[in-house]
């Protein structure tokens, strides 16, 4: 049985954090963070993110202002949104409310104890923190998303099985 495989994106003017689920659809992990150059080539570089990983589903994080109108950065999200679906057809698409996601990333990496750089994986490598924000609010938008989508997990009544 193939897994849906959903990938976010946390759309700025300078980067794009991307997350996707596991091959199991169950959680969310980051991916990569793509610094922009071109529209194209922003494109094109989700577009193989899209084929390597298998991806069905786009999420979108549609950064509104705190009351819930329209910013500048929503409008220019939604602008590359519909780029994308464009490029993208045969995916679902979703534009989702991404309000406070950068800051309660900054907040899980001060609680993490992340500098402004950090060591990467390699242990050797470090890591601007704003590629991590980036990655870490489009994972964000995935685990708001994945909740949504498969509700709250309900346990059975252990004490019944127990009579």
């Known amino acids: 049985m193939a897994t ?4 976010a994106l946390d759309v700025g003017d300078r980067r794009i954090g991307l997350a996707i689920t596991d ?21 094109k570089s989700i577009a193989r993110f899209i084929r390597q990983h298998s991806v069905t589903t786009l999420l979108v994080g549609n950064p509104l202002n705190a009351d819930g109108t329209q910013s500048p950065q929503a409008a220019k999200t939604q602008a590359f949104a519909e780029l994308l ?10 534009l989702l409310d991404e309000r406070l996601t950068t800051r309660e990333a900054h907040g899980l990496l001060d609680a993490a104890g992340h500098g402004k750089r950090t060591a990467g994986k390699s242990g050797g490598k470090t890591v601007d923190r704003r590629d991590l924000i980036d990655q870490i609010a489009a994972v964000l938008l995935l685990e708001a998303f994945l909740s949504k989508r498969d509700g709250p997990v309900l346990l059975p009544d252990v004490e019944a099985d127990l009579r």
């Open 4 to 7: 849906e495989r959903i990938l």
């Open 23 to 43: 091959a199991l659809g169950l959680t969310a992990q980051p991916l990569f963070t793509i610094h922009r150059t071109t529209q194209r080539a922003d494109l």
């Open 85 to 94: 679906r464009e490029a993208h057809p045969s995916l679902k698409h979703h």
